[in-house]
């Protein structure tokens, strides 16, 4: 059974950092691209960032381009997220995802998803 566990997320001040983490059992990790989605309520949930199965790829949403970095250890099986620069509008479950395809790093298609981790960006 495949499982994704999110870890990490807290309330931090805005201008903060904070890293998250996601440990997935289940699967041969490097077997899969990996995505970072985000939800606040009342919306959709959004990619954030994807990844490629070795971590040669990444992609990002715009709004994120330059504070966020996805990052994968395969001898781990992790993902993390790591983010800088926190605003008031980061304030969101954070939601880890398998890549359905090879390509669903740059293309967020996936098929499996972690309970996700509430980050509160606020002062």
């Known amino acids: 059974e495949v499982q994704l566990v999110e870890s990490g997320g807290t309330m931090v001040e805005p201008g903060g950092s904070l890293e998250l983490s996601c440990a997935a059992f289940?699967?041969?990790?490097?077997?899969?691209?990996m995505i970072w989605h985000r939800q606040a309520p009342g919306k959709e949930r959004e990619a954030v960032a994807g990844?490629?199965?070795?971590?040669?790829?990444?992609n990002y949403k715009d709004s994120v381009k330059g504070r966020f970095t996805i990052s994968r250890d395969n001898a781990k099986s992790t993902l993390y997220l790591q983010m800088n620069s926190l605003k008031p509008d980061d304030t969101v479950v954070y939601y880890c995802?398998?890549?359905?395809?090879?390509?669903?790093?740059?293309?967020?298609?996936?098929?499996?998803w972690g309970q996700g981790t509430q980050v509160t960006v606020s002062s």
């Open positions: 289940g699967l041969t990790f490097s077997g899969f691209a």
């Open positions: 995802a398998r890549g359905k395809y090879f390509t669903s790093w740059s293309t967020y298609e996936t098929d499996y």
């Open positions: 990844i490629s199965r070795f971590g040669d790829g990444t």
